[in-house]
């Protein structure tokens, strides 16, 4: 069984704007550039993880070690469909795909998502409000359709139980804690844990 990390990354100039009354261009590339650097070395830490792959749809600067793969921008949904089967056709059993705005994120957590998968064949870690999905697990092959977007978790939890799949639900708060609004920014820069 082989498994991979999955971090979908936005160019630095589309990253985080809803963060623009908060944080000018240049602060948000770089806290853009810091979280990633962050999740990228907790998924390093994650014994269970054979590689690392990014989809972006730019030319991002990648550790060498990290497998880049194109996001056609086009639909980031089928984009992640297309980076499954680059990866399962590399030999990737399991994929756990991982939100690069996760700046508490720890391997441990990354290590429960995929151990939950492996009990269930599906995991989903939501956000702190209960609404989105800020990381998946699953087998590959797979038909499950990745439904990224507002209101995610409910969607992805449909679509597991229409393929007749249960979806474990893995709540952590370093896999909860995304930094999206500038409500999130404020709880990142005073170090306070999110209600």
Known sequence: MSAWALVPVKTRAAAKSRLAAALDARARAALVTAMLAHVLGELRRCPELDGIAVMTPGAERLPDEVLRLKDSAADFNES???????????????????????????????????????????????????????????????????????????RHLAEAAALGVGAATVQLPGLAFDVDEPEDLALLQRGAAPP
């Open 80 to 154: 992640l469909c297309s980076a499954f089967a680059a990866l399962a056709a590399r030999g990737c059993s399991r994929v756990a795909v991982v939100a690069a705005d996760l700046p508490r994120l720890e391997a441990a957590e990354v290590s429960a998502l995929l151990v939950a998968a492996e009990k269930t064949r599906i995991a989903l870690a939501p956000d702190r409000h209960g609404t989105g999905t800020n990381a998946l697990a699953l087998a590959l092959p797979s038909r499950f359709r990745p439904r990224f977007g507002p209101g995610s978790l409910r």
